[in-house]
């Protein structure tokens, strides 16, 4: 299978018929991410963007794109990485993080769940709890990126959300019957307010095979283990479903990504929630007390 | 023989070769396709549709998450 170039190609994209090379395939995924800014101004003159880094393939591609293309155009990236404190996995990949921002020339900040709530997840995972451990581990990290990212004075978190993230999310928040939830996994929010850093997803039109096709063409060190705790069954049973239909049927995850991104402006405003400020330690919020305080009272 | 290595599973097998074997009938043999897997023959990110070849290095890195 060869190149539109000639040479030899490392990746044939079933759902557009595209066979790349290794130079032509690298060059289309900084167009595509370009594209996906651009499509949604997901980053303008001047931000300081807080990129969320775990040490994993997505986020790590997604830092190594960023920093190409601040290079070109004026914003700033600082990486910030959430210790959740499990033993085995997350002190590994932070090593990765640290090793890819040394590389990089990217300052990068790491805040432990253990020192700012109190609690490691391998602490949280042994006691007798009602939630699974990926509930607290969602919860406490999205509001430790908020917080941490807010007071390093960005104004965006990129987030390596993938296509294939993007399309499980869409479609379980909607079998689920969660639509408020279905009403936020659009590309820009309706609400916010001063104390909520917006979240962008610049690789959500990539697919989650093309970022580990990223990373080991580039060169780029990416932890590949898993998560000790990682379990959740409904997603896989999701993401199974749709790798399914995307080999019967090569577009199906794309036009389940579009036909949300049609209807998302009519939904949004119905379905999200406005953002308020938690009664107990001021986050933001869409009830009267964030999750995370929530949780904590439990612990 | 070919030697099939997974990345993600600190493992290998060993298969036997036979005339035109396809990297995606691996994939398919366990149990990964073409949206669950990359695979890089004798160190290089390969297509599924590539023959592979008596004494190649297969190693199979399962896209999985995170």
Redesign the interface.
């Known amino acids: 299978m060869y190149c539109k170039c000639g040479k030899k190609a490392i990746v044939f994209r079933r759902y557009s018929g595209e066979k790349l090379c290794e130079r032509c395939f690298n060059k289309s995924m900084i167009e595509r991410v370009k594209k996906v800014i651009r499509k949604y101004s997901l980053i303008e003159k001047n931000d300081r963007v807080g990129v969320a880094v775990s040490g994993g393939k997505d986020s790590l591609v997604l830092l190594n794109i960023l920093k190409k293309l601040s290079e070109k155009y004026p914003f700033d990236l600082i990486a910030v990485t959430i210790d959740e404190g499990i033993k085995g996995y997350r002190d590994k990949t932070i090593e990765i993080v640290k090793k890819n921002c040394k590389l990089l020339g990217i300052e990068s900040k790491v805040y432990s769940f253990k020192k700012e709530l109190g609690h490691s997840m391998d602490e949280i995972a042994k006691r007798d709890r009602k939630l699974s451990a990926c509930s607290y581990c969602g919860v406490f990290r999205r509001y430790l990126l908020n917080k941490k990212t807010r007071e390093l004075g960005c104004n965006k978190i990129a987030i390596g959300h993938n296509l294939d993230d993007e399309v499980q999310t869409i479609l379980m928040n909607f079998l689920r019957g969660d639509l408020s939830r279905f009403g936020r996994t659009g590309s820009y929010y309706i609400y916010s307010n001063e104390r909520f850093v917006p979240r962008i997803k610049p690789l959500r039109e990539i697919p989650e095979k093309e970022n580990v096709v990223y990373a080991l063409s580039n060169n780029i060190e990416v932890g590949f283990s898993r998560c000790l705790y990682a379990g959740e069954a409904y997603r896989n049973n999701i993401r199974e479903f749709l790798n399914k239909m995307e080999l019967e049927q090569p577009t199906t995850k794309y036009s389940l990504l579009r036909s949300y991104d049609k209807i998302y402006p009519l939904i949004a405003k119905n379905l999200a929630k406005k953002v308020k400020y938690c009664e107990k330690c001021g986050e933001p919020t869409i009830g009267d007390i964030c999750k995370t305080c929530e949780f904590l009272e439990k612990l | 023989m070919i030697k099939v290595r997974f990345?993600?599973e600190d493992k290998e097998e060993l298969i036997e070769y036979k005339e035109d074997l396809k990297i995606e009938d691996i994939l398919r043999k366990f149990g990964y396709?073409?949206?669950?897997?990359?695979v890089?023959r004798n160190g290089?990110?390969?297509?599924?549709?590539?023959n592979v070849e008596d004494n190649d290095d297969i190693l199979i890195?399962s896209?999985?998450?995170?």
């Open positions: 990345l993600r396709s073409s949206e669950t897997a990359v890089k290089k990110i390969n297509t599924e549709d590539e890195i896209v999985g998450s995170g």
